[in-house]
C-alpha cells in the first residue's frame, strides 16, 4: 500500500464519523428540516468524494465492488449543481446505504496497512 493512501483512507474515515455522528438520530424527514445539519453533510460528502480521488488505483481495483467513479462523480454534482437543487432523498439514501458500505471497506484498508507496516518492521 502507498503511504499516502493511509492518509487518505484516514482522513475519509473521519469524516464518513462525522456524517454518521450528525445524522445518527435522524430520518429522512428530520435531515432535511434542519438545513445547518445538510450543509454539514453535503460539505463532508464533497470532502470525502475529493479524497476517494486521491487513492491508488491498487485500493480501487481491490474493492472493484465500491462505485469510485460515481462517488467521484457525485462530488461533482455537489459542487456544481447546488443550484439545481440536490434532492434530500438521494442524499439520504447515499448516508444510509452506501456509506456504511465505504466505510468497512476503508476499515479493512485501514487494517490492511497496519497490518503491512507491522510486517515491515519486524524484518
Known amino acids: 500500500m502507498i503511504q499516502v493512501d493511509l492518509l487518505y483512507l484516514n482522513h475519509i474515515i473521519e469524516v464518513i464519523n462525522k456524517i454518521q455522528e450528525y445524522t445518527k438520530d435522524c430520518n429522512l424527514s428530520s435531515f432535511a428540516d434542519n438545513t445547518m445539519r445538510y450543509d454539514a453533510v453535503l460539505r463532508n460528502l464533497q470532502t470525502m468524494s475529493e479524497a476517494t480521488q486521491k487513492l491508488s488505483d491498487q485500493i480501487k481495483i481491490r474493492h472493484s465492488d465500491i462505485p469510485w467513479r460515481d462517488i467521484s462523480g457525485f462530488r461533482n454534482i455537489l459542487v456544481h449543481d447546488y ?20 466505510r468497512k471497506v476503508i476499515l479493512q484498508e485501514i ?5 503491512v507496516s507491522t510486517c515491515n518492521h519486524n524484518h
Open 111 to 115: 487494517e490492511l496497512s497496519n497490518t
Open 83 to 102: 443550484l439545481g437543487g440536490i434532492d434530500y432523498e438521494i442524499i439520504w439514501s447515499v448516508i444510509s446505504l452506501e456509506l456504511p458500505k465505504l
